[in-house]
T-cell receptor, first 112, second 112 residues
Framework: QKEVEQDPGPLSVPEGAIVSLNCTYS??????FMWYRQYSRKGPELLMY????GNKEDGRFTAQVDKSSKYISLFIRDSQPSDSATYLC????????????FGRGTQLTVWP | DVKVTQSSRYLVKRTGEKVFLECVQD?????MFWYRQDPGLGLRLIYF???????EKGDIPEGYSVSREKKERFSLILESASTNQTSMYLC???????????FGPGTRLTVT
């Protein structure tokens, strides 16, 4: 079993929809949780960063962490065609020497 | 702004060639990472380095080596390129004690 599981999609939604992206993990030592966005033929860029459990909001994006269920989510409100990208979850904790454990990524398309 | 640069965006090499991929970061980060990214497999860690001349194997080090002679530069070496090493290669860095990583634009390597 991989340490981080993420449904690869693809996910296709109309403009304006609310998008929910999710990951599950198995390592209870993980305490740092990130979401990266990767446009086609580009490197991933950090989108959201949360520590431990709870919610974090940044504009149209909300990240949620439920450590009791080992489950994290990214919500995108009022989705736009410019949100079309691959979204990767990543997490770390314990003595991992700064390395991250990534999900496989979910490919999202928002159509006008 | 953190800047991670990679020496080439696209590279075509022949089977058996020795290939060097270069990565440079300008933020004095201690940690540097090399990943490969393949459809359906996500990001896989090849090697990482947490200090000059220090290196650790990631999850798929076979067929690769690395060099870090200066803090800002981390090189990935394919000793004898094979067709199964055709992939997108991504370099990343982060400061010591932190987990969020900053990625370069990637090098798409084709081995024929």
């Amino acid at each position: 079993q991989k340490e981080v599981e993420q449904d690869p999609g693809p996910l296709s939604v109309p403009e304006g929809a609310i998008v929910s992206l999710n990951c599950t993990y198995s390592n209870s030592a993980f305490q740092y949780f990130m979401w990266y966005r990767q446009y086609s033929r580009k490197g991933p860029e950090l989108l959201m960063y949360t520590y431990s459990s709870g919610n974090k909001e940044d504009g149209r994006f909300t990240a949620q962490v439920d450590k009791s269920s080992k489950y994290i989510s990214l919500f995108i409100r009022d989705s736009q065609p410019s949100d079309s990208a691959t979204y990767l979850c990543a997490m770390a904790g314990g003595s991992t020497l700064g390395r991250l454990y990534f999900g496989r990524g979910t490919q999202l398309t928002v159509w006008p | 702004d953190v800047k991670v640069t990679q020496s080439s965006r696209y590279l075509v090499k022949r089977t058996g060639e020795k290939v060097f991929l270069e990565c440079v970061q300008d933020m004095d980060h201690e940690n540097m990472f090399w990943y490969r990214q393949d459809p359906g497999l996500g990001l896989r860690l090849i090697y990482f380095s947490y200090d000059v001349k220090m290196k650790e194997k990631g999850d798929i080090p076979e067929g690769y080596s690395v060099s870090r002679e200066k803090k800002e530069r981390f090189s990935l070496i394919l000793e004898s390129a094979s067709t199964n090493q055709t992939s997108m290669y991504l370099c990343a860095s982060n400061p010591g004690g932190y987990y969020e990583q900053y990625f370069g634009p990637g090098t798409r390597l084709t081995v024929t």
